[in-house]
């Protein structure tokens, strides 16, 4: 059973088009992150949410909103989409009390054309 | 969190153990240590964490200098799936849920 997972692996589309990245774990944690990874592959976080709240938002451009529907899902929606989005997201997850412990997901490769 | 240095990139051959350093002179007493590691095109994967006694898991070991300022990762017998980039992260237990700060970590490639 896949513990975290993200929908869809690949995205490919043109600049300014809004696009969304589903997470949803089944580890039943009550924290989820999105991090993004880019080329030059540093590993940085964007968001946390704990039962569905937003925690962190580190300087990340109102163009991304996430959404949190319920403590088992994260989705990450990007508005007028920039050449400079493009990268790998990673959700993740853990429990508050163990916060170091997170689970990832395998990633969604985002590139803007 | 403390800062951590680790060397970009390391060799070893299968079957021999691998052991990768990590410095954090700055750390804590209340910090932690946490080893995880990123296969090509995945994600990050927990591999082992603590606070001054050494440690082991299925995956890996872990030694803490007594001082606690540096610390090595070992896997027993690397395989070629190991090979990986591998990241040294000292924070507070349980800090918060402001995400894991990851650095430039270590390059581990296990060669046949």
């Known amino acids: 059973d896949t513990a975290v997972s993200q929908t869809p692996k690949y995205l490919v589309t043109q600049m300014g088009n809004d696009k969304s990245i589903k997470c949803e774990q089944n580890l039943g944690h009550d924290t989820m992150y999105w991090y993004k990874q880019d080329s030059k592959k540093f590993l940085k976080i964007m968001f946390s949410y704990n039962n569905k709240e937003l925690i962190i938002n580190e300087t990340v451009p109102n163009r991304f909103s996430p959404k949190s529907p319920d403590k088992a899902h994260l989705n990450l929606h990007i508005n007028s989409l920039e050449l400079g989005d493009s990268a790998v997201y990673f959700c993740?997850?853990?429990?508050?009390?163990?916060?170091?412990?997170?689970?990832f997901g395998p990633g969604t490769r985002l590139t803007v054309l | 969190d403390a800062k951590t240095t680790q060397p970009p990139s390391m060799d070893c051959a299968e079957g021999r153990a691998a052991n990768l350093p990590c410095n954090h002179s700055?750390?804590?007493?209340?910090?932690?240590v946490y080893w995880y590691r990123q296969i090509h095109s995945q994600g990050p994967q927990y591999i082992i964490h603590?606070?001054?006694n050494n440690e082991t898991n299925e995956m890996a070991s872990l030694i803490i200098t007594e001082d606690r300022k540096s610390s090595t990762l070992i896997l027993p017998h690397a395989t070629l799936r190991d090979t990986a980039v591998y990241y040294c992260i000292v924070r507070v237990s349980g800090g918060g849920a402001d995400g894991l700060t990851f650095g430039k970590g270590t390059h581990l490639i296990i060669q046949p």
């Open positions: 700055t750390i804590s007493g209340n910090e932690y």
């Open positions: 603590g606070l001054k």
């Open positions: 993740a997850s853990s429990l508050l009390t163990s916060t170091d412990t997170q689970y």
